[in-house]
């Protein structure tokens, strides 16, 4: 069992940054791909970005690629999402969401993730 606590999220201005970390429970940390999803009011909620257990794939929405950064500190069990740039579509809640998986194996369906924290909003204004 993990449990996934998000943080970080805000109010910020269109162009400004935001990072938002989570952090999960448990020893197996490393042998988790995460994933990042986000659920704007209205909307369905939709993948951002994942990585690999040990970090060494990741994979961005088209949405997010080159404004967002994901990332993973295994020793410390936390995930971590830097977002630039960021424009008023962005606003949403933000879930991270982890699954077991061999070494490399990344998802992007939320319906692979077996694990979900209980969302951080993010809020951008124009």
């Known amino acids: 069992q993990v449990q996934l606590v998000e943080s970080g999220g805000g109010l910020v201005q269109a162009g400004g940054s935001l990072r938002l970390s989570c952090a999960a429970s448990?020893?197996?940390?490393?042998?988790?791909?995460m994933g990042w999803f986000r659920q704007a009011p209205g909307k369905e909620r939709e993948f951002v970005s994942a990585t690999s257990s040990r970090g060494g794939s990741t994979y961005y929405a088209s949405s997010v690629k080159g404004r967002f950064t994901i990332s993973r500190d295994n020793a410390k069990n936390t995930v971590f999402l830097q977002m630039n740039n960021l424009k008023p579509e962005d606003t949403a809640v933000y879930y991270c969401?982890?699954?077991?998986?061999?070494?490399?194996?990344?998802?992007?369906?939320?319906?692979?993730?077996?694990?979900w924290g209980q969302g951080t909003q993010v809020t951008v204004s124009s």
């Open positions: 448990g020893r197996t940390f490393s042998s988790y791909a």
């Open positions: 969401a982890a699954r077991p998986a061999y070494s490399g194996s990344i998802y992007s369906t939320q319906t692979a993730y077996n694990y």
